[in-house]
């Protein structure tokens, strides 16, 4: 899948989406915009695991901190 385009159907939203050290390749416009689909493909209550390196930046306040790698969708 190619994260720079718009998420097609992929039968979800998804209890769990993973997508570890990808973002760090990212320009920023770019990461904002690939952070905003993949947590639109997480349910309600639905995890979200980035690599150590990733930070939800201003997406924080549609996801909690389970850990500091692990995101729950509000």
Same mark, same amino acid.
């Not at 718009?6 to 939203?13: F, N, Q, S, V």
């Not at 570890?20 to 639109?40: C, G, K, M, Q, S």
């Not at 979200?48 to 389970?66: I, K, N, P, Q």
């Given at each position: 899948? #190619?994260?720079?385009?718009?998420?097609?159907? @992929?039968?979800?939203?998804?209890?769990?989406? @993973?997508?570890? #050290?990808?973002?760090?390749?990212?320009?920023?416009?770019?990461?904002?915009?690939?952070?905003?689909?993949?947590?639109?493909?997480?349910?309600?209550?639905?995890?979200?695991?980035?690599?150590?390196?990733?930070?939800?930046?201003?997406?924080?306040?549609?996801?909690?901190?389970?850990?500091?790698?692990?995101?729950?969708?509000?």
């Amino acid at each position: 899948m #190619n994260l720079h385009e718009p998420i097609g159907d @992929l039968g979800g939203p998804f209890d769990l989406v @993973l997508c570890r #050290n990808v973002l760090i390749y990212f320009e920023p416009d770019t990461r904002a915009a690939v952070l905003d689909r993949l947590i639109d493909q997480c349910v309600r209550g639905g995890y979200l695991f980035l690599g150590h390196a990733e930070t939800l930046g201003d997406f924080r306040s549609r996801m909690r901190a389970v850990e500091s790698t692990v995101w729950v969708r509000r």
